[in-house]
């Protein structure tokens, strides 16, 4: 054989022994027919403030703090504590009874309640979500070669069709 001739043939043989290795061998872009395409969708909250004015009942104050008390029981336990004893187991008695008294007093003032009952309002705030839903994406269903496949895509497809992506796998 002439040596041209031979390597043609060597040069087909191994061309197609590469074939043979190849499932697909195609540039070309092979489509899906498109069965149905739903939206996928997610919630989303979005938080706002409320805020309204309520009604309240308060007390005004009556006196100013507990400064009247401790003066008054002071006062009246001085007077008491004066009463007992004589010389100076009196001054001492009136010192522990003034004492004792503005204790006493400034205890009492705590405890009472105060002047008045007024009305008045009161703003008072609380956070509330607001829901809406927000597509995604698209799961788009898609027949290819007698079998039913499911990809998610960002937009949904103009067409019955989509486009597959060819895969080129080679034999072991």
């Not at 309240?56 to 504590?81: F, H, K």
């Amino acid at each position: 054989m002439d040596s041209s001739v031979l390597r043609i043939a060597m040069a087909s043989a191994c061309g197609a022994f590469a074939l043979a290795a190849c499932n697909v061998i195609s540039d070309e872009a092979e489509y899906g027919r498109v069965v149905q395409v739903t939206p996928a969708k997610e919630t989303v909250r979005t938080p706002r403030q409320v805020c309204s004015d309520v009604p309240v009942s308060y007390r005004q104050p009556e006196r100013d703090g507990e400064i009247g008390g401790t003066v008054a029981g002071a006062v009246v336990g001085g007077l008491l504590g004066n009463q007992v004893g004589s010389g100076s187991g009196r001054k001492a008695a009136t010192v522990a009874g003034a004492v004792a008294g503005g204790y006493v007093g400034r205890e009492v003032d705590r405890r009472h309640e105060g002047g008045q009952v007024v009305q008045g309002t009161e703003q008072r705030c609380e956070t509330a979500y607001d829901t809406h839903e927000k597509v995604v994406g698209y799961d788009v269903a898609y027949e290819y070669e007698g079998q039913t496949h499911i990809v998610r895509m960002d937009e949904a497809p103009s067409g019955d069709r989509i486009p597959l992506k060819t895969v080129v796998t080679v034999d072991d």
